[in-house]
């Protein structure tokens, strides 16, 4: 079964000068997948008008780079609300995707269903979240969650990209992209599932690549590799939500 081109509109975050390496690297996982490549070049810093920002912001503690990236995945929902697509899938340009991608990405439409169902499917293990082994059921992919991932990866249906368009209409950013996620799903009735176990992991979380958000509180590739490992497979175990008292990261 090849990846669901018809039925699946998909993009990636990236920008138009610079990040080659990136670039590279998501070519040559998409083509490993035939998962079509499609990258969202609009709303890089140097395209945020102080109109824009004034009309889109309502924080002081985020920065060019945040607001970029939560530029780029509004504009890819209201991209994909211009087409008659049923499915929208989202990446960041620092993915990796797993050996069996397709196979499983297309098991998740399955048990997905009804495209009008006004949900989104975190794909990845952004900030190493994950349901306990113990709370996972054979032949399941699907878990209802408290909160989102990362938006490093992700699927919604229409209902949803329509939903989160409306919100930012009406409101403005206020937080990183994956933390406001949480506020407007919350507030427009949004289904929060959890794929598992991922089938995408965060290049810029597992060390592979430095962060693009805040590069000056990157540490040395390979701590962040041992470091992220080490948690990975200790929250496989015994599952990790977000403490509702932390202070929005990235």
């Given at each position: ?100 991608f397709e ?87 949004v289904e ?59």
């Amino acid at each position: 079964m090849g990846f669901p081109t018809t039925s699946v509109f998909t993009r990636v975050c990236h920008v138009k000068h610079g990040y080659d390496e990136r670039a590279a690297h998501i070519a040559r996982q998409f083509a490993r997948h035939d998962v079509p490549l499609h990258f969202y070049l609009d709303w890089d810093v140097p395209d945020i008008s102080d109109h824009v920002w004034s009309s889109f912001v309502g924080s002081s503690d985020l920065n060019r780079a945040e607001v970029s990236l939560a530029l780029k995945h509004v504009g890819i929902w209201r991209e994909f609300l211009a087409t008659d697509m049923p499915f929208c899938l989202v990446f960041e340009d620092d993915v990796f995707l797993a050996s069996n991608f397709e196979k499983r990405f297309n098991e998740c439409l399955t048990e997905f269903g009804s495209a009008e169902r006004k949900a989104v499917v975190y794909l990845g293990n952004g900030g190493n979240y994950y349901t306990a082994t113990s709370a996972l059921t054979k032949g399941k992919s699907l878990y209802p969650a408290p909160h989102a991932r990362c938006t490093d990866s992700y699927l919604i249906t229409r209902p949803t990209a329509q939903a989160r368009c409306a919100w930012f209409a009406a409101n403005t950013l206020t937080q990183p992209i994956d933390h406001q996620v949480n506020l407007i799903d919350a507030a427009s009735g949004v289904e929060i599932l959890w794929f598992e176990r991922p089938i995408v992991e965060q290049g810029s979380h597992s060390g592979a690549f430095l962060s693009s958000i805040n590069v000056e509180r990157s540490r040395p590739l390979w701590w962040k590799r041992f470091e992220w490992n080490l948690k990975k497979y200790r929250r496989m175990l015994f599952g990790h939500r977000r403490d509702p008292a932390a202070k929005p990261t990235r």
